[in-house]
T-cell receptor, first 116, second 110 residues
Framework: NAGVMQNPRHLVRRRGQEARLRCSPM?????VYWYRQLPEEGLKFMVY????????ESGMPKERFSAEFPKEGPSILRIQQVVRGDSAAYFC??????????????FGSGTQLSVL | SQQGEEDPQALSIQEGENATMNCSYK?????LQWYRQNSGRGLVHLIL?????REKHSGRLRVTLDTSKKSSSLLITASRAADTASYFC??????????FGTGTRLQVFP
């Protein structure tokens, strides 16, 4: 029973390029969360998605960042025109029954984005 | 602003000693969760305590919750070198997302 799969594990981009981060939730999970973590800091919530719907994107920067979770395939976090400040570890998590009232999250191993 | 703040930020102990980490939060909650993160890895769920519970145990872990003080503590007894990791508390906000604290970095020396 595979866990949450994120790829790539490491991603290097030059300023101005696009970064695409992928997340396949655990089998049977239809709720996905994206978090960003800077070195020596906690996780910052970015967005919560269900299949084909964005439920809460209050943590997403208004520009350059977007997320989707299509009916088929993985969830994608897309960062356009990356800047050095986007360098961070991006974690995806999934849950079985939705909002985390008495639900735990299962995390992937993260994608480390480095912007040169 | 952060919903949860852990204290201390860093903790170093010897194997066999107990480690206590504290978490304070700001708004009312339905549950509070603790997670562990090994360096460079994703978070792993440790334990969930509901707002109507005061204490919960899981193996060498003991979690307490004081809703009147808006605080929780995580106790790891008889620590091992393998317990070296960062520990985060998390609370749900607006019922649709978990907000994580700043974390406690625990170092256990053999």
């Amino acid at each position: 029973n595979a866990g949450v799969m994120q790829n790539p594990r490491h991603l290097v981009r030059r300023r101005g390029q696009e970064a695409r981060l992928r997340c396949s939730p655990m089998k049977g999970h239809s709720h996905v969360y994206w978090y960003r973590q800077l070195p020596e800091e906690g996780l910052k919530f970015m967005v919560y998605l269900q299949k084909e719907n964005i439920i809460d994107e209050s943590g997403m920067p208004k520009e350059r960042f977007s997320a989707e979770f299509p009916k088929e395939g993985p969830s994608i976090l897309r960062i356009q025109q990356v800047v050095r400040g986007d360098s961070a570890a991006y974690f995806c998590a999934s849950s079985l029954n939705g909002p985390p009232i008495n639900e735990k999250l299962f995390f992937g191993s993260g994608t480390q984005l480095s912007v040169l | 602003s952060q919903q949860g703040e852990e204290d201390p930020q860093a903790l170093s102990i010897q194997e066999g000693e107990n480690a206590t980490m504290n978490c304070s939060y700001k708004t009312s909650i339905n549950n509070l969760q603790w997670y562990r993160q090994n360096s460079g890895r994703g978070l792993v769920h440790l334990i969930l305590i509901r707002s109507n519970e005061r204490e919960k145990h899981s193996g060498r872990l003991r979690v307490t919750l004081d809703t009147s003080k808006k605080s929780s503590s995580l106790l790891i007894t008889a620590s091992r070198a393998a317990d070296t990791a960062s520990y985060f508390c998390a609370t749900e906000v607006n019922t649709d997302k978990l907000i994580f604290g700043t974390g406690t970095r625990l170092q256990v020396f053999p």
